[in-house]
């Protein structure tokens, strides 16, 4: 075979494999094509569009060069180059490169016309990006402000690397750069969960470390930041913004579950936080005694402190009392670690110290038994109390609980008292009927030490309900959420009498009570009878007694309900699901029925299909 009929070969299987869009062995041929013919312009024009498909953009952009530098008259390198770059959006260089062409091109050849009108099209497209204006220099700042301060933080620092004059705008407005929230964008608390804890994102934040918050917060001094869950913040980050006098503005600041900021570190942050208001710490290794101690005589502003879950013992508060005196502005606290208990001293030493709680979060605190909590009695103002894991050594310790913090705490909204296996039946009687305690049983369980207390004196009278107008005494009247969960003696029985005119909680808008196994189906639904109007969110999972009865009180008596669980419930069935569902349509935000074994896939699909999204019914198949 000749050198031509080869070249003729190579080039029409090149063509073929480029046809089938098969470009690597086309280069491969076309290489060998080139071998033969290395200045033919159609064969590098050809080698050029197959790097062109592969993306390789600068492999190709090299050989439309080489083909203007062999053939300066014949268009052809001139239109793949230009075109090549207008794949790169460098629409003025290919702007030039097209002038050039037609500068230098031959006018009678054929795709020189290709040229002009190419130009022509790209001028246009040029045109009308410019028309796209920096809203930077054409808005008034006040508006720009307005706008940014709607935009996330995250996309707000993406904004800063737009160009030059974003960058210097946006740096130089120390309220856009007051709020340090690294953490993920979580959606508004549901109206079913506005009175259960607020749990923090888990999520791990790895993507912050020291130079992340460091290289944003050296434009101006933060007031709030927030650095979420097992972030990768290392010694050094709290000494850099002292040393840079980036915290005298702090008012807020959250670092949870990390184990590398050291105790020094934390203890010297707290001389140059004067105003600190918020701070969560949770579950910090580098928060002991002495940090605590610093913080308690240093920041004596604090609103909100949560140290739960770190290395502080009772002693610090025993001291603080005793050196400081009380600290009236602090609302809300969460205290306490799961291997290490505290006793009565300390309780009453925490009472002490911060006299004006609203908040108290008590869920990762440990007592031996529940007597050492009888001092809560003394926080008056505390409207949410959150117990978890509290120990009974006698009978007699609830009940005298009970009686101690209902007369003191007459205004509580939400209390959760779960895992405590002395509650009973006729001890949770006393938080919703106080009236069928015998007042001598009451009192005597008042100690002698309280009754002569001139603080418990100036108390008013523990209401009982018999007045009439809603409300069974007690706690029945203000109570907004009560979680009662894994009470395996609790009962129900006489919460709720065939003769009551009006709702026993009239306000009840959460109610839990997961794997209380002595619990009667027909109690719950007398409860749900009479007070389900206000009712949001109710939780009654893991009882075997749970039928589709509780499911149709649902549906005839809570008009409000968005929230169900009834998972692990071997009696509930599709057509119960289906009465509940069908009757509140997408006003129901969340049924689960894990574990639900009576509940057939059907009534899930078509659940869900009512609710509008799959997430918003869960189930998880269990075997019978």
């Not at 009695?377 to 009686?403: D, H, I, K």
Request: proline share 4%; net charge positive.
């Amino acid at each position: 075979m000749d050198q031509q009929a080869a070249l003729n070969y190579l080039v029409q299987q090149a063509r073929a494999f480029y046809g089938s869009k098969d470009y690597v062995p086309a280069i491969r041929l076309l290489n060998r094509a080139l071998a033969l013919s290395p200045d033919e312009i159609s064969l590098l024009d050809t080698r050029a569009a197959c790097y062109e498909k592969l993306q390789k953009f600068d492999t190709a952009l090299t050989l439309a060069k080489a083909m203007i530098q062999l053939h300066a008259q014949n268009p052809k390198g001139y239109l793949r180059a230009a075109r090549v770059l207008r794949m790169q959006k460098r629409y003025a260089t290919a702007c030039r490169i097209y002038k050039a062409g037609i500068e230098r091109s031959d006018k009678h050849s054929k795709d020189y016309s290709s040229l002009t009108l190419l130009l022509q099209d790209l001028e246009l497209v040029m045109k009308n990006e410019a028309r796209i204006l920096d809203p930077f220099v054409l808005l008034p700042l006040e508006l720009i402000l307005n706008i940014f301060e709607m935009v996330p933080f995250e996309k707000r620092c993406v904004c800063t690397r737009v160009s030059k004059k974003w960058r210097s705008t946006l740096t130089g407005v120390s309220k856009l750069w007051a709020d340090l929230d690294f953490t993920f964008p979580r959606p508004p608390p549901a109206q079913h969960s506005l009175y259960i804890p607020m749990e923090p994102d888990q999520r791990t934040n790895a993507r912050v470390d020291n130079f992340t918050v460091l290289a944003t917060a050296k434009h101006f001094s933060p007031k709030r930041l927030v650095l979420g869950t097992n972030q990768n913040i290392t010694k050094g980050l709290f000494s850099g913004l002292v040393k840079l006098r980036r915290t005298r503005a702090l008012e807020q600041l959250s670092l949870r579950q990390n184990y590398k900021v050291s105790d020094a570190e934390l203890s010297l942050l707290w001389l140059s936080t004067p105003v600190l208001r918020r701070l969560d710490l949770s579950d910090v290794y580098g928060v002991t005694d002495d940090v605590a101690m610093a913080l308690l005589e240093r920041c004596r502003q604090l609103e909100e402190l949560d140290l739960s879950e770190c290395r502080v013992t009772q002693g610090v508060f025993i001291k603080s009392v005793a050196k400081g005196g009380p600290m009236s502005t602090l609302r809300k606290l969460a205290i306490g670690q799961v291997v290490q208990g505290y006793s009565r001293a300390g309780i009453e030493a925490i009472v002490g110290m911060f006299p004006n709680l609203t908040v108290l979060d008590f869920r990762s605190l440990r007592v031996d038994d529940v007597s050492a909590l009888d001092a809560l009695w003394r926080l008056s103002n505390v409207q949410q109390m959150y117990l978890e894991s509290v120990g009974c050594l006698n009978e007699e310790s609830v009940p005298r609980a009970f009686t101690l913090w209902m007369r003191g705490m007459q205004q509580l909204q939400c209390f959760q008292f779960r895992l405590c296996k002395g509650l009973s039946g006729s001890m949770a009687k006393m938080l919703v009927r106080p009236s069928l305690i015998s007042p001598a049983y009451t009192s005597a369980l008042i100690p002698p030490a309280v009754a002569s207390d001139p603080q418990w004196q100036l108390l008013p009278e523990l209401d009982l309900g018999l007045g009439g107008g809603g409300g069974g005494g007690g706690w029945a009247s203000s109570l907004r959420m009560l979680d009662l969960s894994f009470s395996p003696f609790l009962e129900m029985d006489g919460w709720v009498d065939d003769s009551d005119a009006f709702p026993v909680l009239p306000n009840l808008h959460t109610l839990i009570l997961n794997a209380c196994g002595s619990v009667n189906e027909q109690d719950v639904c007398r409860l749900l009878a009479n007070s389900g109007e206000k009712l949001c969110r109710f939780e009654f999972s893991r009882n075997e007694a749970t039928s589709n009865q509780v499911l149709y009180s649902l549906r005839d008596y809570c008009p409000m309900i968005q929230y169900v669980n009834v998972g692990w419930s071997r009696k509930v069935t599709g057509m119960g699901v289906m009465a509940l569902v069908n009757c509140r349509g997408q006003e129901l935000e969340y049924l689960c029925l894990d574990g639900c074994q009576n509940v057939g896939a059907d009534a899930v699909d078509r659940a869900r299909y009512v609710l509008g999204q799959a997430h918003r019914v869960s189930f998880v198949f269990a075997r019978k």
